[in-house]
């Protein structure tokens, strides 16, 4: 079975921007969520979808947001940039969303704000 | 406030020995805890998921204590190689609302020396 796959692996946007990423599950897999990771903060929740349906939401403000399509692909979106969301943004996804469960990531996306 | 803290200095060691990573946490009462292993430019991989009503967990060179009472984990690789050379993470789930909500620790990176 495919693993987690990311895209773009690498973006560069300017302060001011919006950014979308994209994250495509492994086959099967209903559960996504994504988080934030930087050297300071180090991983951080994001959100998650189940089924199209946000599950559960971080402490980030309103500039992000995600969504989960059908076939349980996931894009987040982060509209006006700022210099801190330079970070890795991880994807990962689950089975079926029954606590506990564990988490399979992606190789993440690096964005580098400027 | 809560916090999760394992020790934020690189754990350096002979190839053999056991290495022993430590993962505290504050205020939080996690039904369950789970240990990751990332490894530079790539997402954490899941290992090992140990609940709060089992003592200790075992995966082959991998063995992962959870005491509720001292509010600590430790998590052993026994007879240690150099590829085990990596970042350790510990999560828990904060929100214990029935969705998994995983609050990561920093990480430990561990060096073994051949």
């Known amino acids: 079975k495919a693993g987690v796959t990311q895209t773009p692996r690498y973006l560069i946007k300017t302060r001011g921007q919006q950014v979308t990423l994209s994250c495509s599950p492994i086959?099967?897999?209903?559960?996504v969520s994504w988080y934030q990771q930087t050297p300071g903060q180090g991983l951080q929740f994001l959100f998650e979808y189940f089924s199209e349906t946000q599950r559960n939401k971080g402490n980030f403000p309103g500039r992000f947001s995600g969504r989960q399509f059908s076939n349980s692909r996931s894009e987040m979106n982060v509209s006006t940039l700022e210099l801190g969301d330079s970070a890795l943004y991880l994807c990962?996804?689950?089975?079926?969303?029954?606590?506990?469960?564990?988490?399979?990531f992606g190789p993440g996306t690096r964005l580098t704000v400027t | 406030s809560q916090k999760i803290e394992q020790n934020s200095e690189a754990l350096n060691i002979q190839e053999g020995k056991t290495a022993t990573l430590t993962c505290n946490y504050t205020n939080y009462s996690p039904a369950y805890l789970q240990w990751y292993r990332q490894d530079p430019g790539r997402g954490p991989v899941f290992l090992l998921l140990i609940r709060e009503n089992e003592k200790e967990k075992r995966k082959e060179r991998l063995k992962v204590t959870f005491d509720t009472t001292l509010k600590q984990s430790l998590f052993h690789i026994t007879a240690s190689q150099p590829a085990d050379s990596a970042t350790y993470l510990c999560a828990l789930d904060e929100a214990n609302t029935g969705f998994q909500k995983l609050v990561f620790g920093t990480g430990t990176r561990l060096l073994v020396s051949p």
């Open positions: 990962a996804s689950s089975l079926d969303g029954v606590i506990p469960y564990e988490q399979y």
């Open positions: 086959s099967g897999h209903r559960s």
